[in-house]
């Protein structure tokens, strides 16, 4: 009778210990993003896929949670770093550009080059070269590209076609279209901010600032001024405005879907929505993201968003990477394009059925592939410490100057102040 | 009001302190102990991190007053606060001393008047946004207005002070619906005896006996009109052109947001320093205008 | 001389009118938002501007609401803050205002107006460091961490000062002789008495609490612990704002607030009045 009692309970300890063992196995790894709306739903959907198939499989389970906007996702990690508070930092999380400089000094923060030691046989060479580049700082691959994008021009073919312009390709070229700003129709409107500025300063050959646009080491100063690019594409700026095509606020997506902008620059990623908008009501043109002058280079800097990875121990590390390897492979960054119009950061995936039938039934989607394949190397996304700050001075300082009708040397003083000045600061707070 | 005799009473003399412990500890950890970091912190520098790595001396202030937002933050946030303050006190008064008279339709309006205060901001701010959207929003179309409201600097902050007011009307409307219908009926009696008309019974007998309602909403307004933030950052983020950078945006964007922590504390204690001075101000005005029973 | 009685009553019926007009001005925002909850996204960006929704069954957006953000999870995260909030912020508040009003020891002085002295400093140019003092309490991303700044309620604290202050000595005195302890008295005598003074308050911090946004924002990062406020924000997205979808989230939050105050007014107004809450 005890006899029995003793195997009973060792068979109900053996069982309790299999499922603890079980439920151990599923580790639970949590995924920050801030993608909504249809990449959102996607993201979703992937999420749900690895833990139904991969996941299930290695016992890794994966929880998203959509953080809002990149510049909310940052300000929460790098008040999560400020104040050491590690653990409730994500495992993968979705980085744009404004987070790589706190990422990167992260204390927990787990590198793709580290990444790469851990696990030699994993073969990195499929993902597109000009998006790994724009992930890198001071050396270090800090992710790998998830949704890659590059800023490109969308235009309203059919009002063109009917004034008989051809797709516009410097700033001169759109300020030639003035005459169709009328009846409540604007041509174009933007204001410049870091990524978009660094684009222009990028084709007359110039960075945005030091250190190569602080991909190299922290910016310290402005390194647009001497060599007078920031001058260049001011004045090239100005004459926009005075023209008439250009109006100083930011473009808007709802004024050009309704026809009543005719000329947008926005993220190569808005092609699915664009054309899911617009449905029939004209043809939507999509060209190379506008040069500054003829003399000057075409192209545009990589923007997008990548994954990254906190290091939470040995498990959660190698299930982190398991995820990103899955989110980042090409069936996965295929089916991303066609869904969103985000360029596939995978090699293997642009070559693949998928895309291949998504160009041929919609020829909008390679412009920006073709772009991003085709801008020079040197052309990089800027980094900087106060990027909000930076970023808001850099708009108001060009919108003052076309409302107050200031010189470009006294505008160029101007953001020399301003954005030297906030360099000036952090490098003092952060030596 | 009567006076409490206030023996020791029986029983253990700590008592009193035992129970204000609480609001103590709260007061000290969550306001002044924050209030005497943010003074260190705005004369030392700090790293993108939050850690004091310095001294600064008066640095952060110097580079604080020699940035133009600073001033334009200022002016802008001083401009809220003096149309802001003065529309809300007019517009709630009014509709106060207009409900106060109770009627057969009261219930009803009196409802719909406080509304307001029910709805989140961040909920009616989205709201405002679609409503004075200047190609297909409401407002323009039915006034027949081009105005560019949020998108035009300009008018951008005569959007926040609609937006802004809007909200303040609910609360303080039924503040001043009590405080009316608290003056004594006597008071006006008399008045009316002595031949006061409703103007005259408003201006002298009234509005000083709701004093205190008036001065009590006159900086509790002020003081939210000077930490305006929220709907500026869902809505326009500061611009069009500085136009809507308030203090407390300045403070949240330059400072928090762009890792300098030593600039979010230099704006602040700048903020409440001018706070301060306001609510010193009309408490002064207090002791000349306002009447308690 | 009095007028008439229906000369009073039409006087009363037109001025009646006016109140609803002018109530339906006010309100217009709010009605236009709720009826903005049934459009399609194309008749947002259609010229002329309409106000009413071409038809009244699409509730498809309301659909998105529930599912593309967890809008009833924001919900339940706003009313357990705001009503945890109030209810430690008015009871701190009452305990500091008894010791204050029926004791009298040493620092009385100094140690009121270090409370009353909170007021002036204003909770939005502390939110950094508190965020600081907060994330290193481990309170970031709960309920605790959302309310705790809130706790002190000095305003609260000196109206329920003001309203003990009218309290008769011979009912604590009676009390005392009886043997009765003081949280014994403030529960059953003290607080009862006051329970006007205490709606207000507690309606007061509510509602504050309820439209706070910055703090929250700041200080959640998941969606388990987000607020209305900031869960409606986070209906619109990086290229532009979805109005259908936003305002099918903001008519949800607004309708149980909307209903609860009309529903609570009368009681409201009337001890309002009757308590003459600022004299």
Request: glycine share 8%; hydrophobic share 50%; aromatic share 10%.
């Amino acid at each position: 009778m005890f006899k029995r009692m003793l195997a009973l309970l060792l068979v109900l300890l053996m069982m309790a210990g299999l499922t603890a063992c079980a439920q151990a196995e599923s580790r639970k790894i949590v995924f920050w993003h801030s993608m909504s709306e249809e990449a959102g739903a996607l993201i979703e959907d992937y999420v749900k896929e690895f833990n139904e198939t991969v996941g299930l499989e290695q016992g890794i389970q994966v929880e998203a949670v959509f953080q809002g906007t990149y510049a909310e996702a940052v300000t929460k990690m790098n008040g999560m770093l400020a104040n050491r508070q590690l653990d409730s930092l994500p495992d993968v999380m979705q980085l744009d550009a404004t987070g790589k400089v706190s990422f990167a000094a992260a204390e927990n923060a787990y590198t793709i080059d580290a990444a790469a030691a851990d696990h030699p046989e994993d073969d990195l060479s499929g993902l597109l070269a000009p998006a790994m580049a724009n992930w890198q700082l001071a050396g270090a691959q800090l992710g790998l590209p998830f949704a890659t994008s590059t800023t490109v021009t969308y235009y309203n073919k059919t009002a063109l076609d009917a004034a008989n312009a051809a797709a516009p390709v410097t700033l001169q070229d759109i300020a030639a279209l003035a005459s169709l700003a009328k009846d409540g129709v604007t041509v174009y409107a933007a204001v410049p901010n870091t990524p978009t500025l660094a684009n222009w300063l990028g084709q007359l050959g110039s960075d945005l600032v030091n250190f190569h646009n602080g991909t190299e080491g922290t910016a310290t100063a402005l390194d647009c001024v001497e060599n007078g690019a920031l001058a260049e594409f001011l004045q090239a700026w100005k004459e926009l405005y005075t023209s008439g095509a250009l109006v100083n606020t930011s473009g808007s997506t709802d004024e050009f879907v309704a026809g009543r902008q005719l000329i947008m620059t926005s993220s190569s990623s808005s092609v699915a929505s664009l054309l899911a908008r617009i449905g029939g009501a004209f043809e939507l043109g999509v060209a190379a993201y506008p040069q500054v002058n003829s003399t000057a280079s075409a192209g545009a800097t990589v923007s997008g968003s990548c994954l990254v990875m906190f290091d939470h121990g040995t498990e959660a590390k190698d299930a982190a990477w398991t995820f990103v390897r899955y989110m980042t492979g090409a069936e996965v960054q295929a089916d991303f394009a066609r869904g969103t119009g985000y360029l596939p950061s995978n090699a293997a995936a642009a070559a693949s059925d998928v895309w291949a039938q998504l160009v041929a039934e919609h020829p909008q989607y390679q412009v920006g592939l073709d772009q991003l394949m085709a801008t020079p190397d040197t052309m990089r996304s800027v980094t900087v410490g106060p990027s909000a700050d930076f970023y808001y001075a850099i708009m108001n300082d060009v919108s003052d100057m076309l409302e107050e009708d200031l010189s470009v040397e006294e505008t160029v003083d101007m953001m020399q102040d301003d954005l030297g000045g906030m360099l000036e600061q952090y490098v003092r707070a952060n030596p | 009001m009567q006076r409490i005799d206030r023996r020791p009473g029986a029983g253990a003399p700590w008592r009193p302190y035992l129970y204000l412990l609480p609001m103590l500890v709260f007061a000290v950890g969550f306001v002044y102990y924050p209030f005497l970091k943010t003074i260190v912190q705005s004369v030392s520098t700090v790293n993108f991190r939050g850690e004091i790595t310095g001294c600064a001396g008066l640095e952060n202030f110097r580079y604080l007053f020699s940035r133009r937002e600073f001033g334009i933050a200022i002016r802008n946030t001083l401009k809220l606060m003096l149309i802001n303050v003065p529309v809300t006190l007019f517009i709630t008064i009014l509709l106060g001393w207009f409900s106060s008279k109770r009627r057969p339709l009261g219930p009803v309006y009196e409802t719909m008047l406080a509304l307001p205060m029910t709805v989140s901001m961040s909920s009616i701010t989205l709201i405002f946004k679609v409503l004075l959207n200047p190609s297909v929003g409401y407002v323009n179309y039915a006034l027949g207005l081009r105005l560019g409201w949020y998108t035009d600097r300009h008018t951008a902050m005569a959007g926040i002070l609609l937006l802004t007011v809007w909200m303040g009307i609910g609360f303080n409307y039924l503040l001043f619906l009590s405080a009316f219908r608290a003056v004594p009926q006597d008071l006006i009696g008399c008045a009316q005896l002595e031949g006061a008309g409703a103007l005259r019974t408003l201006l002298y007998v009234q509005l000083p006996m709701i004093s205190p309602t008036i001065l009590y909403v006159a900086c509790t307004n002020m003081i939210q009109a000077m930490m305006t933030s929220g709907p500026i950052l869902i809505l326009t983020q500061g611009g069009p052109s500085r136009s809507t950078t308030t203090l407390i945006y300045l403070m949240y964007t330059s400072g928090y947001s762009s890792s300098n922590y030593s600039l979010a504390a230099a704006v602040s204690l700048v903020t409440f320093a001018m706070t301060l001075t306001f609510t010193a101000l009309l408490f002064a005005l207090e002791r000349k205008r306002v009447h308690y029973q | 001389m009095k007028k008439p009685a229906f000369r009073r009553r039409a006087g009363d019926s037109l001025m009646g009118l006016l109140g609803i007009a002018l109530g339906c001005l006010l309100l217009f925002p709010l009605f236009y938002g709720f009826m903005g909850a049934f459009k399609t996204p194309s008749e947002f960006i259609t010229y002329p501007p309409t106000v009413l929704p071409a038809s009244f069954a699409n509730l498809s957006n309301f659909h998105t609401v529930f599912t593309q953000v967890p809008m009833l999870r924001y919900f339940l995260n706003s009313l357990i803050t705001a009503v945890l909030t109030s209810a430690v912020r008015i009871a701190v508040a009452a305990l500091a205002a008894y010791a204050f009003v029926f004791f009298r020891f040493r620092g009385q002085r100094v140690l009121f107006f270090l409370v009353l002295g909170t007021m002036m400093l204003p909770a939005d140019t502390l939110l950094i460091t508190n965020y600081q003092t907060v994330s290193r309490l481990g309170l970031l991303d709960s309920y605790l961490g959302i309310c705790i700044v809130s706790f002190v309620g000095a305003s609260q604290m000196f109206m329920l000062r003001q309203h003990f202050m009218t309290s008769p000595t011979p009912v604590r005195e009676a009390s005392q002789l009886d043997g009765c302890g003081d949280l014994r008295f403030i529960v059953s005598i003290l607080l009862p008495m006051s329970l006007p003074v205490l709606l207000i308050l507690f309606v007061q911090s509510f509602v504050a609490q309820w439209n706070l946004y910055l703090w929250p924002l700041l200080v959640t990062s998941s969606n388990a612990m987000r607020t209305v406020q900031v869960g409606i924000t986070m209906l619109t997205t990086i290229e532009g704002t979805n109005y259908e979808t936003v305002l099918a989230g903001a008519a949800v939050a607004m309708l149980p607030a909307a209903l609860l105050f009309v529903f609570m007014r009368r009681s409201l107004t009337a001890t309002m009045s009757g308590s003459a809450v600022i004299r």
